[in-house]
């Protein structure tokens, strides 16, 4: 934990504690040795993310799209993985799957399919995928369209829950669904992406629900699951009564678990909260006692590359290059993960997982987010995503 708020608060340390000179050089031997400590991650994981794009690269369907059979998502997440391994928005393949996208606006900005149950969820990732897109500034006047679209989406007073609602401020599978940690972390990230900061009304409605999410009890969350399982974790949704993908305690708690303990941390910290504060603390606690590339803690294989996804990006937002486990082994997170890959990379250069439980028997879906969670494990990582 300790390396970790160093992790979070170097550049304020560093400018309190040294002068000018004394900064440079540490600043220079920092970037140095981090240089070389990266140097084998760049040279295994190339040829990794160069087989992986030649397979989608053959799957991709003539109008543009991937697996367009679940919506919009897959094509959004893949081609932001694409964009975020060094191909331009000019080349063929982006330029197909861009304008794949542009046929799915709709005139309330939303990005998705007619019709679609999950119009905050493919409209999130189309907001990620254009931001990444969005050199030139051709998409400006979209992503504010669609940037509405999603904070009217949100859980909040127009929808009958104030701030004593247990779904206020949180996202999830359409108007009338209740929310989720799953949707409201792809609403965070969307929002940041396009430059909502902490102060942001709609981040701060975020960060309520996700705060409610976390097995912890503080003025921030004062559910009757915070003192149940207090382990510091999150689950899936403190809405309409509660549910953890991972099932229950004995005492009536809710289980926490990888994937949405790695997305609530996350969410936290894009939305402001410092490592100093409880809620972050004891997430990164649970981080160190559960940290392996093995399994979704709690979940075993279910959803296993969605949380290699929220793995990486959320120890990248933190700003570590290892995470120190409960035992005081150091783990170097990024080539963990490169040599996980390497080893569950198939023949033709997808990826897939046997259990077929959200759609991660779709090697499109699953090699998209392995692109996406390498594209972190540069160490390059690029703001909002």
Not at 171 to 186: C, E, F, I, Q, V
Not at 273 to 290: I, L, N, T
Request: glycine share 10%; hydrophobic share 30%; net charge negative.
């Amino acid at each position: 934990m300790q390396r970790f708020q160093s992790c979070c608060c170097r550049l304020l340390i560093l400018t309190m504690a040294l002068g000018s000179g004394d900064q440079a050089h540490v600043t220079s031997a920092r970037a140095a040795e981090t240089s070389a400590a990266r140097k084998p991650h760049h040279a295994k994981l190339a040829p990794l993310v160069a087989r992986g794009i030649a397979f989608l690269a053959a799957e991709q369907d003539e109008d543009g799209s991937y697996s367009s059979f679940a919506g919009t998502g897959v094509t959004s997440l893949i081609t932001t993985a694409l964009l975020r391994n060094g191909r331009s928005p000019s080349d063929p393949l982006i330029a197909r799957s861009l304008a794949y996208l542009q046929s799915q606006v709709h005139d309330n900005g939303g990005i998705y399919q007619p019709g679609s149950r999950y119009r905050n969820y493919e409209t999130c990732l189309a907001i990620l995928c254009l931001v990444e897109a969005n050199r030139d500034g051709r998409y400006d006047l979209q992503l504010k369209q669609a940037e509405a679209f999603v904070k009217d989406l949100q859980w909040d007073g127009d929808e009958g829950h104030d701030t004593s609602s247990t779904s206020y401020g949180g996202a999830g599978y359409g108007k009338h669904n209740r929310p989720d940690l799953s949707n409201t972390n792809y609403l965070v990230d969307a929002l940041k992406s396009v430059g909502n900061g902490p102060d942001d009304p709609a981040m701060q409605r975020a960060l309520a629900f996700v705060s409610r999410c976390q097995n912890l009890e503080t003025e921030h969350n004062d559910t009757k699951f915070a003192a149940k399982n207090p382990d510091g974790g999150f689950y899936y949704t403190a809405s309409a009564g509660g549910s953890s993908q991972a099932g229950e305690t004995a005492n009536g708690g809710l289980r926490s678990y990888g994937s949405m303990t790695y997305a609530g941390l996350k969410s936290m910290i894009y939305a402001g909260v410092g490592p100093e504060d409880p809620r972050v603390k004891a997430a990164y606690r649970w981080v160190q006692k559960h940290y392996t590339i093995q399994e979704n803690p709690g979940m075993g294989d279910n959803g296993l590359y969605y949380y290699f996804h929220t793995f990486a990006k959320a120890l990248d937002a933190i700003g570590t290059d290892e995470v120190v486990d409960e035992t005081g082994v150091k783990h170097d997170w990024r080539q963990e993960l490169i040599d996980e890959f390497a080893r569950r990379q198939q023949s033709d250069g997808s990826w897939l997982n046997s259990n077929q439980r959200w759609l991660e028997s779709d090697p499109n879906l699953v090699t998209g987010y392995v692109l996406l969670t390498l594209s972190y494990c540069r160490g390059e990582s690029t703001p909002g995503n």
